[in-house]
């Protein structure tokens, strides 16, 4: 009923640059609350951003600085802007969205499939 599918991770050098897009569609009454998290091998998955319908951001403190999160509310879409990238900022990023579908009207929760970002050299 709704998709959320993420582009634009991959292989990067440490001190560099990529940019995360993730599009939710399908059956869409309205999105609340967009974010991404990630997961390292052998660690839990962890919040990274969160960016609410009116623009209020929320960062985890080991990306504050280096990571900035934005949506586009007319495309139903969210971008993680990753600067300054870490070895330690390797792993499987997803999107997380909370929205209310046209076929139930209550808030659930969605998650994309996941994209790898890699930092070394």
């Known amino acids: 009923q709704v998709q959320l599918v993420e582009s634009g991770g991959g292989l990067v050098q440490p001190g560099g640059s990529l940019r995360l897009s993730c599009a939710a569609s399908?059956?869409?009454?309205?999105?609340?609350?967009m974010g991404w998290y990630r997961q390292a091998p052998g660690k839990e998955r962890e919040l990274v951003a969160f960016?609410?319908?009116?623009?209020?951001?929320n960062y985890a403190d080991s990306v504050k600085g280096r990571f900035t999160i934005s949506r586009d509310n007319a495309k139903n879409t969210v971008y993680l802007q990753m600067n300054s990238l870490k070895p330690e900022d390797t792993a499987v990023y997803y999107c997380?969205?909370?929205?209310?579908?046209?076929?139930?009207?209550?808030?659930?929760?969605?998650w994309g499939q996941g994209t790898q970002v890699t930092v070394s050299s």
């Open positions: 997380n969205a909370r929205i209310v579908t046209t076929t139930a009207y209550t808030l659930n929760e969605f």
């Open positions: 399908g059956r869409i009454f309205s999105i609340n609350i």
């Open positions: 960016v609410t319908t009116g623009g209020t951001t």
